[in-house]
C-alpha cells in the first residue's frame, strides 16, 4: 500500500517529453510507481489529480535565504511553498553562512542583513550541514562556498590576497567542497571582488574543475561594461575546463541595451564551443534588486566598500561622481528602496520622494542613501529590456532563478517588503512563458526542475521517475500566477495546490500543512 496516491493527473516530468495523464503512487520519501491506467490502487491518502499537472518539485537555485536568516527564522518557507519550491541552493553570489573561522567572515553577511540574527555555533561546512540538518526546515537545501566569505575568513581589511594567502584560500574551498558544498560562487560585482586578480579566479576554478564541482558567477558588471564582464567568465571556462553558471544574466540601463546584441551573439558562441561548459539564469523581472552602491560608476568602487565610502566624504569627488551618473541613462525615479536597516523610514520609497524630502537631485540623494547606510542599501530598479528578457528565457538551455529570500508565514502576515521574485518567480515565469510562441509547459517545466537538477549533479531530483525523491507540485495550469508586485509584494502565489518534499505533504489545498522538518541537505562529495 502506498502512503499516498496522486491519481488521474496530468504528468509532466521534467524529461521534456509530452504530458501524459497517470497516476503516482508514494511510499515513504520516493516515488515508488508510477501508473499509465488507473485502476484500482490502494494508498492511505488518495488526491484527486484530475485537470492538474502534476511535476517535479521546482529548484531555486538562486536564493538567498541563508544570508538573510529566514532560513533559521522561517523554516517553513510558506512563500516558497505557495509557489511550488521544493529545493533551494544558497551560497550564492560569493557570500555563504559557511565555513565562519572568524569575526570578520561574520561581519561580511552584514550586507546581506543576516549577522543580528545569526546564532553561529557551526565553523566548517560540514558543522552547518549537521546543525542544519537537525532543524525544522521544510525544504531541501545545498549550498555553494561563497568566496567573498574565505577573503573575510582570511583577512580583514580590503587588499588583494598574497600568494600565500591564494593558497589558504584554496585550502579552505577544497576541504568545504570535500564535505558536501556543490560548487563556489563568485559575487565579482561586489566591492571586495574588484581585488581579485585573474591568475586568483583561474587557480580556483581550476580546483573546482578537478573536484568536479560548480562555479557560480555573479558578473563583475551588467551595465556599460557588461561585454568585458562577460568576456572575462568566457575565458575563464575556457581556460580552466571549469562547469561555470552565470547567475542571474541581464543587461541593465537603456543607454547599455546597444549592448545586447554583442552580448548575445558572445554568450551563443560559448554555448555552442565544445571545449566550453558555461550556462546561465536569469528572473523573469524587468526590474533587478542590486545593492545600490553598484550603481556608481566602477572606479569608485573598485579598491572596496570601505575605500569608496571614505572617497564620497569628499565633495570635489561627488561632484564627478554625481556628473557621471546624469549621463548614464538610469531611470532613477524609477529604483525603489527594498532594504535599509538603518534608515527603515526609507523603505518603499523611490529615489525620487526621497530626493524631494530633501530637497536635493536625484543623484544626491542616491549617495546620501550609500553614506547613511553605510553601503548596505538595497534597491528595485527597473533598467532591463522586456524582449531582452525574453529572449534570454526563452533560449536554449536557460533556467529561473529567483535570485530572491526564501520567507515564511511571519513575513507575508508582517507585510514584508522586498523585490516580488521572493514571493513569485516561478508562477510568474509559468504564467507569462509556456504560451504559443514563447515556450512549450514541458520545456518550462525543464528549466526549473531537471534542467538545474542536472547542472548542479542532484542525483535523485527533478524527474517523476520511479525511485526518485518525491518531491512533487500539483497545480491549475490556469491559475498559477504571482500576485507580488513592486508596490505590495508580500502576496502568496496562487494556483499551486499541492507540494510533498521527500514523500511528506507539506502543502494542501493551497495552504501549509504544519509538517515541519521535512527537508533534507543535499551535499555533494
Known amino acids: 500500500m502506498y502512503d499516498y496516491l496522486i491519481k488521474n493527473a496530468h504528468i509532466i516530468d521534467g ?27 490502494s494508498a492511505k491518502t488518495i488526491i484527486d489529480g484530475t485537470g492538474l499537472y502534476l511535476t517535479p518539485g521546482f529548484i531555486d537555485i538562486s536564493n538567498h535565504a541563508d544570508t538573510f536568516g529566514s532560513l533559521f527564522e522561517e523554516p517553513d518557507m510558506t512563500v516558497l511553498l505557495a509557489q511550488g519550491v521544493t529545493t533551494i541552493i544558497g551560497g550564492n553570489c560569493g557570500t555563504s553562512v559557511a565555513p565562519l573561522f572568524s569575526t570578520e567572515a561574520i561581519k561580511g553577511l552584514s550586507k546581506w542583513e543576516g549577522t543580528d540574527r545569526l546564532n553561529r555555533n557551526w565553523n566548517t561546512m560540514a558543522d552547518f550541514f549537521t546543525m542544519l540538518g537537525s532543524s525544522q526546515l521544510t525544504i531541501n537545501f545545498g549550498s555553494l562556498v561563497g568566496y ?3 577573503h573575510r575568513t582570511l583577512v580583514t581589511e580590503e587588499r ?13 574551498c577544497s576541504s568545504a567542497l570535500d564535505q558536501g558544498a556543490l560548487g563556489v560562487s563568485l559575487g565579482l560585482a561586489y566591492s571586495r571582488m574588484n581585488l581579485v586578480s585573474n591568475a586568483e ?123 557621471e551618473m546624469k549621463a548614464n541613462g ?10 535599509a536597516e538603518t534608515l527603515p523610514t526609507v523603505v518603499g520609497s523611490n529615489i525620487l520622494q526621497i530626493a ?14 550609500i553614506r547613511a547606510t553605510h553601503g548596505q542599501a538595497r534597491v528595485i530598479v527597473q533598467a532591463i529590456n522586456e524582449d531582452h528578457l525574453d529572449t534570454l528565457i526563452m533560449k536554449a538551455g536557460a533556467m529561473i532563478g529567483s535570485d530572491g529570500i526564501g520567507y515564511g508565514q511571519k513575513s507575508i502576515d508582517s507585510h514584508r517588503f522586498d523585490h516580488p521574485r521572493s514571493f513569485g518567480a516561478f508562477p510568474q515565469f509559468l504564467g507569462a512563458y509556456p504560451v ?90
Open 15 to 41: 524529461t521534456g517529453s509530452p504530458r501524459y495523464t497517470g497516476s503516482v503512487g508514494v511510499k515513504e520519501s520516493r516515488i515508488s510507481k508510477i501508473f499509465r491506467e488507473s485502476g484500482d490502487i
Open 148 to 150: 567573498s566569505t574565505i
Open 160 to 172: 588583494p590576497f598574497t600568494p600565500e594567502e591564494v593558497q589558504q584560500s584554496l585550502q579552505i
Open 201 to 323: 579566479l583561474k587557480d580556483l576554478a581550476e580546483l573546482i574543475y578537478e573536484k568536479d564541482k560548480i562555479l557560480v558567477v555573479h558578473m563583475r558588471h551588467d551595465g556599460d561594461e557588461v561585454l568585458y564582464a562577460l568576456d572575462e567568465c568566457i575565458q575563464l571556462a575556457a581556460e580552466t575546463g571549469v562547469r561555470l553558471h552565470l547567475s542571474h544574466l541581464k543587461v541593465m540601463g537603456q543607454k547599455n541595451w546597444r549592448f545586447f546584441d554583442d552580448f548575445l551573439e558572445r554568450l551563443t558562441g560559448a554555448q555552442s564551443n565544445p571545449d566550453i561548459n558555461i550556462s546561465f539564469d536569469t528572473f523573469p523581472y524587468v526590474a533587478s534588486n542590486p545593492f545600490l552602491y553598484v550603481m556608481l560608476p566602477s572606479w569608485i568602487t573598485k579598491h572596496g566598500r570601505n575605500e569608496m565610502l571614505q572617497q564620497l566624504q569628499e565633495p570635489s569627488v561627488r561632484e564627478s561622481v554625481i556628473a
Open 330 to 339: 538610469y531611470d532613477y525615479h524609477r529604483i525603489i528602496v527594498s532594504s
Open 356 to 369: 524631494k524630502n530633501q530637497g536635493v537631485g536625484i543623484e544626491e540623494a542616491l549617495i546620501y542613501l
Open 436 to 525: 504559443p510562441g514563447k515556450l512549450s509547459w514541458e520545456e518550462s517545466i525543464a528549466r526549473i526542475t531537471s534542467v538545474p537538477a542536472q547542472r548542479y549533479q542532484l542525483s535523485d531530483q527533478g524527474f517523476i521517475k520511479e525511485g526518485y525523491c518525491a518531491d512533487l507540485v500539483l497545480f491549475d495550469p490556469e491559475k498559477v500566477s504571482s500576485s507580488a508586485n513592486y508596490i505590495h509584494p508580500s502576496q502568496l502565489a496562487q494556483g499551486v495546490s499541492t507540494v510533498f518534499v521527500n514523500g511528506h505533504l507539506v502543502w494542501n489545498e493551497g495552504a501549509f500543512t504544519g509538517k515541519l522538518s521535512t527537508g533534507r541537505i543535499i551535499t555533494r562529495d
